[in-house]
């Protein structure tokens, strides 16, 4: 399984952006697709999630963030809306056969792609 992200970049506060995660050797329609981000000294924590029958997002992006699977390109977007400063931190794509938890549990990581909102 290999996902690579793409996307991220710099942007002003009240700005958008979209993140790719492209996917080979794993269906992401099939299974739990998820976006995660850590910034230095912190946690990684969970911001969206998409599977079968569920879809999750922190609180703290809930209304600004969109996940949406594209089954024809085999990708799994994260629309970002309305970016505050808080949002900068590296993210990471998720995939996981494992949906219980409603993120993707033991799961496949991209390499990340950087996002900073200034």
């Known amino acids: 399984v290999q996902l690579v992200e793409s996307g991220g970049g710099s942007v002003q506060p009240g700005g958008s952006l979209r993140l790719s995660c492209v996917a080979s050797g794993y269906t992401v329609v099939s299974g739990c697709m998820g976006w995660f981000r850590q910034t230095p000294g912190k946690e990684r924590e969970e911001v969206a999630a998409?599977?079968?029958?569920?879809?999750k997002y922190a609180d703290s992006v809930k209304g600004r963030f969109t996940i949406s699977p594209d089954s024809a390109k085999n990708t799994v977007y994260l629309q970002m809306n309305s970016l505050k400063p808080e949002d900068t931190a590296m993210y990471y794509c998720?995939?996981?056969?494992?949906?219980?938890?409603?993120?993707?549990?033991?799961?496949?990581w991209g390499q990340g792609t950087q996002v900073t909102v200034s």
């Open positions: 998720a995939a996981s056969t494992d949906c219980s938890r409603g993120y993707p549990v033991r799961p496949y």
């Open positions: 998409t599977g079968p029958s569920t879809t």
